[in-house]
């Protein structure tokens, strides 16, 4: 006959099984498809990097030979500068107009509601279409240039001047993702408590100072993930970078995106393209750690 206290430890140790055997059910297939869409694709990625495949002949096992390349590539170097112009100054557009937006129109009313969709619109087309659009409103024989040729002007080189033509890349980047980040602050200022801003206001705060030492920390979290995901996402621009500029004049508007894509692989360098994707995917990663990390120290400066 079996102890009481043994029965015991048989009923929880069966429990505890079950309850394993259920997590480990319910996570299983979610582990299954992150391993076969993530995890093996980017094992594989890192392999090619490391030999001198063309896509057709058997890849060769080269080393860290494609690696040493990249930093011996001036392709690649200028196109690291351009990304990291388009990175920093369309994140800092995006962030500015979109929390300044985000202000103007935080309070409910339909009139609000339109202004917010009307941002939002373009985030939705496809970043190629609107590449196209803008090509042929700012190209040569565009909109804009056919215009200006009726009054005597001659045609601006938005697309076609070196210094402009980067110039004009980001500010349709930035107009066209400036709408996401509007979202997600509008969201964020939702959940500010009202009652700190009446105390603001009833202590005297402008409404310059309620925003800016009440609000905007308050939504700081918000701020960093909007910064992580402008930054990721511009550092791999590539389509419409290909539809509005095709990354001329001269490789003025060559992104590093666009060199991986347009260049390497279109050049059979399947080998020297993987190496560059994922020192792309190693620069993201730690470009998100490097802006988490700089939001946790502050936060913990604040609070210290």
């Known amino acids: 006959m079996e102890l009481p206290e043994l029965s015991?430890?048989?009923?929880?140790?069966?429990?505890r099984l079950?309850?394993?055997?259920?997590?480990?059910?319910?996570?299983?297939?979610?582990?299954?498809?992150?391993?076969?869409?993530?995890?093996?694709?980017?094992?594989?990625?890192?392999?090619?990097?490391?030999?001198?495949?063309?896509?057709?002949?058997?890849?060769?096992?080269?080393?860290?030979?494609?690696?040493?390349?990249?930093?011996?590539?001036?392709?690649?170097?200028?196109?690291?500068w351009v990304t990291g112009i388009v990175a920093v100054s369309g994140s800092v557009l995006m962030l500015g107009?979109?929390?300044?937006?985000?202000?103007?129109?935080?309070?409910?009313?339909?009139?609000?509601?339109?202004?917010?969709a009307l941002a939002y619109y373009p985030h939705v087309i496809s970043a190629l279409i609107l590449g196209y659009l803008w090509a042929a409103i700012l190209g040569t024989n565009g909109a804009i240039n056919n215009t200006l040729q009726k009054f005597g002007v001659g045609p601006v080189g938005f697309l076609f001047s070196e210094k402009?033509?980067?110039?004009?890349?980001?500010?349709?980047?930035?107009?066209?993702?400036?709408?996401?980040?509007?979202?997600?602050?509008?969201?964020?200022?939702?959940?500010?408590?009202?009652?700190?801003?009446?105390?603001?206001?009833?202590?005297?705060?402008s409404a310059r100072q309620i925003n800016t030492q009440v609000v905007i920390p308050m939504i700081a979290p918000v701020v960093t993930v909007a910064t992580v995901l402008n930054l990721i996402g511009l550092i791999r621009t590539y389509d419409i970078v290909v539809s509005l500029t095709g990354g001329g004049p001269a490789?003025?508007?060559?992104?590093?995106?666009?060199?991986?894509?347009?260049?390497?692989?279109?050049?059979?360098?399947?080998?020297?393209?993987?190496?560059?994707?994922?020192?792309?995917?190693?620069?993201?990663?730690?470009l998100a750690l490097l802006v988490t990390a700089l939001r946790n120290?502050?936060?913990?400066?604040?609070?210290g």
Do not use: C
């Open 18 to 80: 079950r309850e394993t055997a259920l997590s480990v059910g319910l996570a299983g297939p979610a582990v299954l498809l992150y391993t076969v869409m993530t995890i093996v694709p980017v094992g594989v990625a890192v392999y090619l990097s490391l030999t001198n495949w063309n896509g057709f002949s058997d890849a060769v096992f080269i080393g860290l030979g494609n690696y040493r390349h990249l930093f011996d590539d001036p392709n690649s170097t200028r196109a690291w």
């Open 164 to 205: 402009l033509a980067l110039v004009t890349l980001i500010a349709v980047i930035a107009w066209a993702g400036f709408g996401f980040n509007v979202v997600l602050f509008v969201a964020a200022l939702q959940t500010v408590p009202a009652e700190l801003l009446e105390a603001a206001q009833i202590d005297g705060a």
């Open 97 to 116: 107009g979109g929390l300044s937006y985000a202000l103007i129109l935080k309070e409910k009313s339909l009139v609000n509601s339109f202004f917010r």
């Open 297 to 303: 120290r502050q936060d913990q400066a604040a609070t």
């Open 8 to 15: 015991r430890q048989r009923q929880v140790r069966i429990a």
């Open 251 to 286: 490789g003025a508007t060559q992104t590093y995106g666009y060199l991986i894509l347009a260049r390497s692989f279109e050049g059979t360098k399947v080998g020297y393209a993987t190496a560059q994707a994922v020192f792309l995917m190693v620069v993201s990663a730690a």
